[in-house]
């Protein structure tokens, strides 16, 4: 899923008024009882990024606007705080004895905020939608388990030929083609949320804005764009008596500066990015939270463009990066420089071996051997046409807007001019108006970056396939497609392992990717905020948190 490290302003405004109401009487009047206050509303004040691109669960591509579906919406699964699958909206599930076939039953008391029943139909219609054409979404590959999903996305079949069916209202059944080991995770992601039907047919894409019933904890009843998100506890719920902030505020900023600042005031009990000068003095005032994250931060190349459709352009690009400089004298947040593309954290055959470390290094990292990696990179240069970066065209470099996106910018572009001789040009774009640029391929190179949307390397790998949604690269290898693809139809965990080392062997020799680091994922918490809980997939959960005295 799409990091947005949209770094993040805005005048905060915290207010609580309680008013106290006091009765006389004559002296022969009975004495008044004692009655009890009310609780004191538990308002939280919180910033995770910038203005949301969308919070339509089928079309949404980035971390941030999953937090916000998380909060809004629930699937018939979902992840806890210990980082478990666990039943949601259903009550509970089945699988036959081939591995293909779920059936779902779902709980009697769940219940759109409107009031309506949540029916097995909704999750059919969602599913449906999510592979129609006509919905555009770059997250259609996600449930491409599910039998006829492949055609219905060519176009060959129709949305209702999907393998889900409404058995009847409180049963959901999926077939799939294969057994898939990841299956209950999607069913636990955000595309795979039911929307309803009716509510979308009478406001088309501006459902979210209108009209945005959901079945999940809260409700988003105020949204001042580019300002806040207002979030109130959805009394439809059937566990809203367990959660904790009465209305949560998700504050919409671009100012990391700003952000601190809020903080430091106590207007805001969490931030989700900080400022990249005050990271050392924060680590060392143990202020900061770090926590790893299994993401990678990364350069995308236009493999459709030259220079860039050749690729000892790209790997030379790649070479003479200074990761070490990027993550100590730039990043400093603790990240882990990337000598591949799959990172740290995801399971290889053995669940206790590393898939990284059992697939090893794609190129050095050490910074003794930078120099060799630059020496290799004008090499290839050379072998491209381009001998010290003669005739090599100006290039543009696009990131979204960010300090901190822009001193990586800045790095990059030295780097280059420096050891390749060539003439490198950054630009950049605001949030939502750089992931549409980006996906139409109006660009060379891109920053990006991609955390697990479930926990297996597939997450990271089927997003480079021939023609797929999140494929901003344009890169496209028939051989990977091929080892890809039996990936997806094998449940013989050897086979699909040792063709995921396959196919990022064959990523990484054509490199339509340059790596830079592992994520670490950096946030500031107010103290007495318990109940908080992060999952190395990027989300944060702030739904049963409590405000200690």
Known sequence: MKKNRKLLALALALGLMVSLLAGCGTQTAA????????????????????????????????VDGATLINHAFEGLMKLDSEGEIVPAQAASYSVDDTGTVYTFTLRDDIKWSDGEPVKASDFVYAWQRLVDPAT?????????????????????KDPSELGIVAKDDKTVEITLNNPTAYFLEI????????VRKDVIDAKGDQWTFEDYVCNGPYVLTDWSHNEYMLYSKNPEYYGVDSLGPDTIKFYLMDDTNAMLAAFNSGELAFIDDVPTNEIPALKEAGTLTIEGQMGTYFVCFNTEKAPFDDARVRKAFSLVIDRNYIVDQVAQGGQIPA?????????????TDDFRAVGGDYYSVKTEDYEANCEQARQLLSEAGYPDGKSFPAVEYMYNTSEGHKAIAEALQNMWQTELGVTVTITNQDWAAFIDTRHNGDFQIARHGWLADYNDPISFLDMWVTGGGNNDANYSNADYDALISAVKTSSDRTERITKMHEAEDILMADMPVAPIYFYTDLYM???????F?????????FMYTSMAA
């Open 525 to 531: 918490i107010n103290p007495n905020l318990q109940g």
């Open 136 to 156: 555009a979404s770059e997250y259609n590959y996600m449930i491409d388990m599910v039998v006829n999903a492949n055609e219905i996305m060519a176009g060959e």
């Open 339 to 351: 000598s591949a593309y799959v990172p740290t954290g995801l399971s290889d055959v053995s669940p």
């Open 31 to 62: 004495t008044p009882t004692p009655t009890a206050a009310a609780p004191e509303a538990f308002n939280l004040n919180v910033c995770i990024a910038s203005e949301p691109n969308t919070i339509d669960p089928q079309l949404n591509t980035a």
């Open 187 to 194: 069913a636990a992601f955000p595309a795979t949320y039911p």
């Open 533 to 541: 809980y992060s999952s190395p997939l990027g989300y944060k959960y």
